[in-house]
């Protein structure tokens, strides 16, 4: 026998054992490994969001309709700025949920239309911020027109 006969006789061999797949692996049958199943994972924020709703639904809170914005105040002079929120509130325990796209956004955004929903310390608050706006900018003035007449002084004569 020669070299290529043995071989062609070994991938013979091989193909009658294995069914015709000479260099290839089993597929399936007794002693093969299972497959492992891909599953899908939940997304986690439809997890929170149905858990959500089950507390609020223990709560007993109902929902408000008819409420255009909400403004939440905070420390720093910013103001969360809700536009047509859903707002729920549960009375009994003094909870209210107020739900949507919010925008943080700074107290002169929304000046001349929240002034009435202000607190008389948020009030007092602002009205020092513009004070020492106000001063700011008066002692930008003064510098402005300082450096005015210093600059008139550096500017070299033309010569022809």
Do not use: C, W
């Not at 909400?70 to 009994?92: C, M, R, T, W, Y």
């Amino acid at each position: 026998m020669t070299e290529t006969e043995m071989e062609a006789a070994r991938k013979a061999m091989i193909a009658k054992r294995f069914g015709g797949k000479a260099g290839g692996a089993k597929m399936g049958g007794k002693g093969t490994m299972r497959r492992v199943k891909k599953t899908a994972s939940k997304s986690s924020a439809g997890e929170t969001d149905r858990k959500l709703q089950g507390v609020v639904k223990k709560l007993g809170a109902t929902n408000i309709p008819g409420i255009e914005e909400v403004n939440l105040f905070k420390e720093d002079g910013k103001v969360i700025h809700f536009v047509n929120p859903k707002v729920q509130a549960s009375i009994a325990a003094n909870t209210y949920i107020i739900s949507g796209n919010a925008d943080t956004v700074g107290l002169e955004t929304l000046l001349p239309g929240v002034v009435s929903q202000m607190g008389p310390e948020m009030i007092q608050t602002l009205q020092q911020q513009m004070q020492a706006m106000t001063g700011m900018a008066g002692n930008a003035n003064a510098n402005a027109d300082a450096d005015d007449d210093s600059d008139d002084d550096d500017v070299p004569d033309l010569v022809e």
